[in-house]
């Protein structure tokens, strides 16, 4: 698990990492200086002379404008190798809700578009293209191991541009304040070798598995009987409502409710029962079902891989 900004797991995060060394080191030179000249100058105060303290304040100021020039230097080369448009990108649009993320793989056949939530799969090596937008309120997309942060705004598209150099799960946060739930709207980067990539992805393209025992099946008619299907789409099925995340897939996901909760039975199951007692706010609303019904719901969706 990778959540830091000086752990860089790609170019572009490492251009960001190279340049805060760059800037502490300088800085900590240039302060270790200062202190120096003081120290000397409080010793030396009496044989001050006119002369020397203007040629002393003209050189630092020299040094200094050059100090300037060479930070900015580096600044304007960093942003350039990270601000490059990249050959061939992967495109995905995020979209961000209160208080999860939507994730949908363009492709220019339609039928080979992705959607999934708060967990975004991509293969090493390859630049991946993000267009962020938002739905309701602004959002900022920031997952530090991989690049610096990009707001997503209500109706505008923002670019940010991600390259993961090796596999790995690379831990992001929405970092821009957007009300109550905030602090649980965490995404999931996850590299992926091109080859695993390819089979995740076409995976991903399958319908929802058919329920294996009486129980899933009884499980997927309580979803399609109840209000879960108005919000929630499972491919290969009736419920195709687009308010909440897509669970065709949502088995094969980490975490639940945007990185609340590890992805378990246990989980699933109270997180359905009651939502606010888990997230306090979010939109998804409780579900009144008997026991029997829960467990068989849970064991469905927990057969959506
Ligand atoms: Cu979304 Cu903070």
Known sequence: MNHEV?????????????????????????YLVVIGFLVAALRRRNEANARTAVRAVSVAVGITSVILLGLGLSDFFAQR?????????????????????????SDGQPSRRVRTANELRIPTQRPVEL?????DVIHSF????????????PGYTTRLDLVASRPGVYEGQCAEFCGFQHAHMSIDVIALDPEEYSRWYDAQLASAPEPSD???????????????????????????GSVGPDLTHVAGRRRLAAGTLPNTLVNLAGWIRDPQAV??????????????????LTTYLSELR
């Open 81 to 105: 190798v990270i601000a490059a448009t990249p050959k061939d990108p992967l495109r995905v649009r995020v979209t961000a809700h209160q208080w999860w993320w939507e994730i949908e793989y």
């Open 142 to 153: 920031w997952v530090p191991s991989l690049q610096g942060k990009k707001d997503l705004l």
């Open 131 to 135: 267009e962020l937008t938002a739905d």
């Open 6 to 30: 000086l752990a860089p797991a790609g170019p572009l995060s490492s251009q960001i990492a190279q340049l805060f060394w760059i800037f502490v080191g300088v800085a900590a030179v240039v």
């Open 279 to 296: 997230k306090p706010g979010t939109r998804m609303p409780a579900t009144q079902l008997s026991g029997e019904d829960l467990a068989a």
């Open 214 to 240: 009486p129980v899933a099946l009884h499980g997927r008619e309580v979803f399609m009987g109840s209000t879960c299907v108005m919000c929630h789409n499972i491919q290969g099925t009736d419920a195709s």
